[in-house]
Each structure stands twice: as structure tokens, then as C-alpha cells.
């Protein structure tokens, strides 16, 4: 069996590192398996640029003025709508062409991650007369432009009115594209998988997605690699203080997106500041320190991207707890690493979140958006965690649930099944 990944990066982004995680899993089981990408950040030689299949000469110099030319008429559509581009996620169909490279591949079953954001040209899946697995990382696939569509449930229906947009017109640039992708869905052999039973929930219900088979197979994660180890000996190796207490927050762009609600986080800590003895201390991974001084009460260590899996191991061990405020989650990594390495977790209850932070034995569900209760779960998280029980709890059921290996012979059960069709 031989398949083929598409995902906008390898490793670049939390859908690319769940992706090329289970990529590799599979490949250690000695599955034929290729990764096509655009953006390159590793040496692996079984992932494919797409870059190495541009054209060259006066053909290739078409390709970049006809690029030039969509663009054009792309920003000239988003014109018309006043939406807040910089703290919501939107995507329309422009992309390039990925056929060239696609069709340079031997394979059985396509394999769809993180596709958006002008990567994949969706048209030409119509072209590829083979199964096509997508995994889902957010709301994209099933919605007219959104990645994360918070409240709003037009993706039911067929979308149009979008709040994104600040629209009132029901064939707004958001129906057009609906219609646009469920023409493209309705002509080819497709098979969706949630990591999330939230997503896949909400999958089963939009109306581009509900009438194809779904599965919810979890994320995997290496439980050997990301495992606990001495608290002391992680702060040590970090050049942290071993009697502070140190709390950890951490994502990809984690003080720029919005999504990943430091805004919120602020206020948590803000409210935690007014019962500390001052022996609190924030780390952040993720990001640089901001130019603009911030005050959250407490002193603050910016620990910038880490691209070493073994310091990030080091780092969730070192934490007390981690809290990952998001305003919408599928399936977080974050949460699923630091759980394997035996830190409890605080979050709010949306999204996937519930499939992973069991409340008040391996973390804290906090209510929708409620920064107060946000910081009653950091303090309940450390009050209830002196004997390591919630570290214990959290470590075994990642180990039992969401082992790598797990996943990828789920995913082997679900290629066969297709194949075998």
C-alpha cells in the first residue's frame, strides 16, 4: 500500500506535527508513505517540495504574472467586506497547482491534512482518480472561509450571512465558495477523519461533510519520548529556580494569534496575582518577548520557539501546570504533550478539549471564556496536586489511549477498508 500526505508544512505548525508524526509512525511500520509540502523544514527524504515542480523558462515566468493577476482579483473580493483579518482565520480557494507534483507520485490513497491557506487547489482533486483520506485540523474543509467558526452554526446550512464578514447577503463571497467546494466533494471518493469527537460532531452536521463516512481517530503521541522525569533535574537542565512555582503557556505564535487567548490568559493571571506569595513564575514557549512591556504580576521567562522535541520534554516537566486558554480547539498538541509528560492541564471546556483534560483528575475545565475560573483552576490544579496524582493519572491515560502507534494502526484499518471497498 503506498500513501500520499498533503500538508502545507512538515513540521511547521500543530497540524503539520501531528501530521508528520503519524507520517512517520506509519513509515515505521513499513507502509510505502511520501509527504508533499510547500514549505520544507526538515532533511527527511521521503518529503517531497512542491517548489521542485515549478516550471521553468518563459512558461514558468506565465505561471507567476497569471499568480500575480488572481491575486489581484482575490484582494479586490475581499475588499468588499469589512472583516478583522488579523484576529479571525479565512481562507478562500486561490492556490497554486499541486497536480504536477501530485501526479509525479505513485500511490493508492491520498492522504489530506492542512491544505488551505493557498495550498491545495481543491479542483484538482477532481483530477485524481484515487480514494482521498482528510484529516481535519480545523473548520476550513466544511465551512465557506473559516477555520474556527466559534458560535456561528450557518455551516449547517450553506453558509452565507457570515458574521466573519460582517454580512447580511445570503450568496455572499462565503455561499459562493460553500457551492464552489460542494461540487468538488460530490465528484470524488472521500473519506473524513476528526481527531476530535467535537469536530467530527460537527462534521456530521455541516451539510458539505454529512453525507460521507467519518471517523474520530485521536492524535498519537510518543509516549517514550514525551514521558515524566525529575522536576529538579528538568529545572536544572533549564537554568530554572527549583523551589519556584512555574506555570507554562505555549503555542505557535502563542502572544500573536488571537485564537490562542493570551488576552485571556492576562486576565487569569491578573485575578491569580491578588492571592500569590510571590512565588509564581510564567514561561512561555512559542514566542519572543513582545516589544511593548507587559505586566501580568509576575515574573515571566520567554523561552522562544523551541524546535527541540527533547528541551520542549524538559520544559512540560519542569511546569507545574499548563494553561491553554484557547478560544477554539480541535485536538491540541499542547495539551496531549503535556499530559504525556505527566503535567496537569487547565483550559476552557470548548472544542475537543473534553476528550483530554478529564475534570479535576488530570486538569481543569474551565467555563466558557471565564477568565476567573480560569485562575480557580490553575489554583486547584496546584492545591491538588502535592502527592502527583493528577501527574500519575494524566500520564497513564495518554499512555492507554493516545499512543502513536495506536493511531497509526487505526489509520492502516481505515486504508485497508478503502481499499478493499
Known sequence: MKILFLNSSDTNGGAAIAAYRLFVSLRNEGVAVKML?????????????CLDFERKGWIGKLDKLIWKIKNRIRKQKWKKYPADRESVFLNDLDSISLLRAIRSVNFD?????FVANRFLDLHELTKINKPIVWTLHDSWAFTGICHFFYDCKRYEKNCG??????????KDFTNQIWKTKNKIYNKIDLHIVTPSKWLGGCAAKSSLFSGFPLSVIPNGINTQLYKPFSVSEARENLGLNADKCYLLFGAVNATSDSNKGFDLLIDALKQLKQ????????????????????????????????????????IYNSADVVIVPSRSE?????????????????????????????HKQNGYLANHFDTNDLANGIVWCLENNFDRNLSVTAQEGVEIEYSLMDSSNKYLFLYNKIVEE
Open 37 to 49: 509540502v510547500r514549505d520544507k523544514a526538515t532533511n527527511d527524504p521521503d518529503v517531497i517540495s
Open 109 to 113: 490513497i491520498l492522504h489530506l491534512h
Open 161 to 170: 450571512c457570515c458574521p466573519m464578514l460582517h454580512s447580511d447577503n445570503p
Open 275 to 314: 492571592n500569590d506569595d510571590n512565588h509564581i513564575e510564567l514561561l512561555v514557549f512559542g514566542a519572543e518577548q513582545p516589544s511593548y512591556e507587559l505586566n501580568f504580576g509576575f515574573p515571566t521567562t520567554y523561552m522562544g520557539i523551541i524546535r527541540d522535541e527533547n528541551k520542549l520534554v524538559q
Open 330 to 358: 480541535n485536538f491540541s498538541n499542547a495539551i496531549l504533550e503535556s499530559l504525556s509528560c505527566g503535567t496537569p492541564v487547565v483550559g476552557f471546556d470548548i472544542g475537543g478539549n473534553s476528550d483530554l483534560i478529564h
